[in-house]
């Protein structure tokens, strides 16, 4: 049984940064993908960023290039989105997502369709 859990999320200042974690458990192979999403109120739930272990492909939200960085710790089964200059639109319930696939022939890397298992999600808040 899959089980992702992510932690790091929290109040921070625009401009500031921020990482938050995902630890993943239950993955029987190397083939597997996986990636962060965020949901604002009253909007709809958008990919952020993607990481295909097999290829080490990563993808990225055109809101979030060149802010925001996708990475993998092997030892501790847990992979990381560290957040810098984030801005006010950052503010969402960011979610960690997986599957046991290397991506999809159908969806692309960010589509919420790609992935089978979802974490609890953890609040990022910015505001002065």
């Known amino acids: 049984q899959v089980q992702l859990v992510e932690s790091g999320g929290g109040l921070v200042q625009p401009g500031g940064s921020l990482r938050l974690s995902c630890t993943a458990s239950?993955?029987?192979?190397?083939?597997?993908?996986i990636a962060w999403f965020r949901q604002a109120p009253g909007k709809d739930r958008e990919g952020v960023s993607s990481?295909?272990?097999?290829?080490?492909?990563?993808s990225y939200a055109a809101a979030v290039k060149g802010r925001f960085t996708i990475s993998r710790d092997n030892n501790k089964n847990t992979v990381y989105l560290q957040m810098n200059s984030l801005q006010s639109d950052d503010t969402a319930v960011y979610y960690c997502?997986?599957?046991?696939?290397?991506?999809?022939?159908?969806?692309?890397?960010?589509?919420?369709?790609?992935?089978?298992?979802w974490g609890q999600g953890t609040q990022v808040t910015v505001s002065s």
């Open positions: 997502a997986a599957t046991l696939e290397s991506g999809s022939p159908i969806y692309p890397p960010l589509s919420p369709f790609v992935y089978d298992y």
């Open positions: 990481f295909i272990n097999s290829s080490g492909r990563t």
């Open positions: 239950g993955f029987t192979s190397d083939d597997f993908a």
